[in-house]
Nanobody
Framework: QVQLVESGGGLVQPGGSLRLSCAASGRTFSTYHMGWFRQVPGKEREFVAFIGTTGIIKYYVDFVKGRFTISRDNTKNTVHLQMNNLNPEDTAVYYC???????????????????WGQGTQVTVSS
């Protein structure tokens, strides 16, 4: 069992930065692959970034490549999403998620994730 709590969201101007954090409980955190997803009203929750158990393997959706960085610290049971050069289209509720099964192909599928946090709101506006 992994419990996830996101934090770090807020209001930021276009071009600004935010660093989201996800605190995980459980002794088995280091065995879980982690992902960040986001969702806006009326749309499906969409994949943003993935990081494997060791932090070596990372995947990003195309529209955040070069702007967002996912990282984790297994000694502190945390995963982060550094978001730079934010634009209004990044406005969404961001969710942290955990999965036990490794995949090199379905990392973007939300159904593959076992646990979800409550979400943190990110609003990008001038």
């Amino acid at each position: 069992q992994v419990q996830l709590v996101e934090s770090g969201g807020g209001l930021v101007q276009p071009g600004g930065s935010l660093r989201l954090s996800c605190a995980a409980s459980g002794r088995t955190f280091s065995t879980y692959h982690m992902g960040w997803f986001r969702q806006v009203p009326g749309k499906e929750r969409e994949f943003v970034a993935f990081i494997g158990t060791t932090g070596i393997i990372k995947y990003y959706v195309d529209f955040v490549k070069g702007r967002f960085t996912i990282s984790r610290d297994n000694t502190k049971n945390t995963v982060h999403l550094q978001m730079n050069n934010l634009n209004p289209e990044d406005t969404a509720v961001y969710y942290c998620a955990a999965r036990s099964r490794w995949s090199a192909s379905d990392y973007y599928e939300k159904v593959q994730y076992d646990y979800w946090g409550q979400g943190t709101q990110v609003t990008v506006s001038s």
